[in-house]
């Protein structure tokens, strides 16, 4: 079985300052891992994805995701946050040694950016 | 490119009653997905096409939901009778067969039971 744990509802942060929201996954095998984000009112959009390879990975909208194996975590990151930022990011992955495509969601987490 | 279209894009109806969902996702995607997403909660998996055929309905709700993806193209989500937990956002998104492929989602149709 595989899962997707997103410990915080909300992160708050000042427009300007480093964004982190974190991700932690269970799978069998390896993880195909991803980061989707949902504005108000829109389906969900792809953000970044972990496949293989380097463990920093970079993204749209300047936002980038570091996978930890060790600690089976693939936190989402920016360096400088803006406060059009704000929206809803999902965190899914998928077993990449399973015979399942279906991709597994977190509930997400409200990133607010504060002018 | 065209995104994924969604059909409608609000319904409000009477429980009990029925409803239905349509969906057309990117022209070459031969996998389509159509989630729920219950307000507060990310997108629960309903059923997985591949092409024409089902890959996983494991999580549909058999005895008032149904799907289908006729000509391996269009797909329509249909629930008969409706309940008020059913109130939720039904998200389609279809991708590349690879199982590393991304997602691209459609807007989705927001459901309102009463």
């Known amino acids: 079985a595989q899962s997707v744990a997103q410990p915080e509802d909300q992160v708050n942060v000042a427009e300007g300052n480093p964004l982190t929201v974190k991700c932690t996954y269970s799978v069998s095998g390896n993880p195909y891992l991803f980061w989707y984000v949902q504005y108000p009112n829109r389906g969900l959009q792809f953000l970044l994805k972990y496949i293989t390879g380097d463990n920093l990975v970079k993204g749209s909208y300047g936002f980038e995701a570091e996978f930890n194996k060790s600690q089976t975590s693939f936190h989402l990151k920016k360096p400088s946050a803006l406060v059009s930022d704000s929206a809803l990011y999902f965190c899914a992955v998928r077993d990449a040694s399973g015979g399942s495509y279906i991709p597994t969601f977190g509930r997400g987490t409200s990133l607010i950016v504060h002018p | 490119e065209a995104g994924v279209a969604q059909s409608p894009r609000y319904k409000i109806i009477e429980k009990r009653q029925s409803v239905a969902f349509w969906c057309n996702p990117i022209?070459?995607?031969?996998?389509l997905y159509w989630y729920q997403q219950i307000l507060g909660q990310g997108p629960k998996l309903l059923i997985q096409f591949q092409n024409n055929g089902v890959v996983d309905d494991s999580q549909l709700p058999k005895d008032r939901f149904s799907a289908e993806r006729l000509k391996g193209v269009d797909s329509t989500l249909k629930i008969q009778p409706a309940k008020l937990e059913d109130s939720a956002v039904y998200l389609c998104?279809?991708?590349?067969?690879?199982?590393?492929?991304?997602?691209?989602f459609g807007s989705g149709t927001q459901l309102s039971v009463l």
């Open positions: 998104a279809s991708s590349f067969a690879g199982k590393n492929e991304k997602l691209f």
């Open positions: 022209s070459g995607h031969a996998t």
